[in-house]
């Protein structure tokens, strides 16, 4: 019996069991934005599943996965997952976007919930910037010490710098 999730940044993960290994299948709408990949999570942690790929009209993803496997990465059971927006196609600047979705850490994810931010990719993450009022509450405070203070598009913005997975790294 297929158990079926909405995956957080848009789509839907089905996955079944079939003896010592978990069928798993993402699909979300194409939107034309860019390349997605799609990550399990369990409990205690996640797991990259794959790069969602064009198929009749929608982005899809089918992955056989052993439960030991699952297991090792803190998946099993799998509680949901997500779809991220790893390679945008426009590259030419910043674009406005939710910041939950790019978030690969829980406690960022949370955090994030509800965050309108600028997001500018490049090849190997991206850079998310949010509004800066030292009057108003820090937007993304569990990574208040990775953030600069600079201007984005003329606003006075806190700028983070993440990898590739959505994991923040300190800029140089």
Same mark, same amino acid.
Not at 10 to 13: A, D, E, I, R, V
Not at 22 to 28: I, L, Q
Not at 62 to 68: A, L, N, Y
Not at 134 to 137: A, E, L, Q, T, V
């Given at each position: 019996?297929?158990?079926t999730?909405?995956?957080?940044g848009?789509?839907?993960?089905s996955?079944e069991?079939?003896?010592?290994f ?7 709408p194409?939107d034309g ?17 794959g790069?969602l790929?064009p198929?009749r009209g929608?982005?899809?993803l *089918? ?6 496997s699952?297991?090792?990465?803190? *998946?099993w059971?799998v509680?949901?997952g997500?779809c991220v ?7 030419g600047?910043w674009v406005?976007e939710s910041a939950e979705r790019r ?5 960022l ?5 509800g965050?309108?931010?600028l997001?500018l990719g490049?090849?190997d ?8 009022d %030292?009057?108003?509450?820090f ?5 208040? *010490?990775?953030?600069?203070v600079?201007q984005?598009?003329?606003?006075? *913005?806190?700028v983070f %710098?993440f990898?590739?997975q959505?994991?923040p790294?300190?800029e140089?």
């Open positions: 019996m297929a158990e999730f909405d995956l957080d848009g789509g839907q993960l996955i069991q079939d003896g010592g978990v069928r798993c299948e993402a699909t979300r194409n934005q860019g390349i997605y990949k799609a990550w399990l999570t369990g409990a205690g942690g996640t797991l990259l599943l790069t790929a198929e929608e982005l899809r *089918c992955r056989r996965v052993s439960r030991d699952l297991v090792r990465a803190g *998946c059971p509680d949901g997500r927006l790893a390679f945008p196609f426009s590259r600047g406005r978030m690969s850490d829980p406690v994810r949370r955090s994030a919930r965050l309108s931010a997001v490049d090849r993450g991206f850079r998310l910037a949010l509004p800066f %030292s009057n108003r509450p937007g993304l405070a569990p990574a208040f *010490c990775f953030a600069k600079e984005v598009e003329g606003r006075l *913005c806190a %710098s990898d590739g959505g994991r790294r300190m140089d």
